[in-house]
């Protein structure tokens, strides 16, 4: 829970509403994994089986669920994390630029 509270406060930075939204959607997942038992009533009208089988079932949706929402997260962030300013030149790049300064300062 700690790394998704860190991640929403990042995200709330550097991201848009998109993100933040989807971020949100999965916090309220991961703490209905984290609580997902059912009540005490209904696990006296049914057999420990039963029990543990509705159990898993149930988590086993949410996790489906989360790993869907983490995708979308990934797809969300995507434009963010391409911007052309940022980006790194190649070798050959910063050498085309040198020698195209070099070329400016030649006699003609």
Same mark, same amino acid.
């Given at each position: 829970?700690? /790394? !998704?509270?860190?991640?929403?406060? &990042? #995200? %709330? *930075?550097? *991201?848009? @509403?998109? =993100?933040? $939204?989807?971020?949100?959607?999965?916090? &309220?997942? =991961? !703490?209905?994994? %984290? $609580?997902? $038992?059912?009540?005490?009533? =209904?696990?006296?009208?049914?057999?420990k089986r039963e029990l543990?089988? !509705? &159990? &898993?079932?149930?988590?086993?949706?949410?996790? +489906?669920?989360? #790993? @869907?929402?983490? @995708? +979308?997260? %990934?797809? #969300?962030?995507?434009?963010?994390? /391409?911007?052309?300013?940022?980006?790194? /030149?190649?070798?050959?790049?910063? *050498?085309? @630029? /040198?020698?195209?300064?070099r070329k400016s300062y030649?006699?003609?």
């Amino acid at each position: 829970m700690k /790394r !998704i509270h860190r991640l929403k406060q &990042e #995200a %709330s *930075f550097l *991201f848009g @509403d998109d =993100v933040m $939204t989807s971020i949100l959607s999965l916090e &309220e997942v =991961v !703490i209905r994994i %984290s $609580t997902a $038992t059912l009540t005490d009533g =209904v696990k006296k009208a049914i057999g420990k089986r039963e029990l543990s089988l !509705i &159990e &898993e079932l149930k988590i086993g949706k949410l996790r +489906s669920q989360a #790993a @869907d929402l983490l @995708d +979308s997260i %990934s797809a #969300a962030m995507k434009p963010y994390m /391409r911007m052309g300013e940022k980006r790194m /030149r190649t070798a050959a790049e910063w *050498f085309h @630029d /040198r020698n195209e300064i070099r070329k400016s300062y030649e006699d003609k």
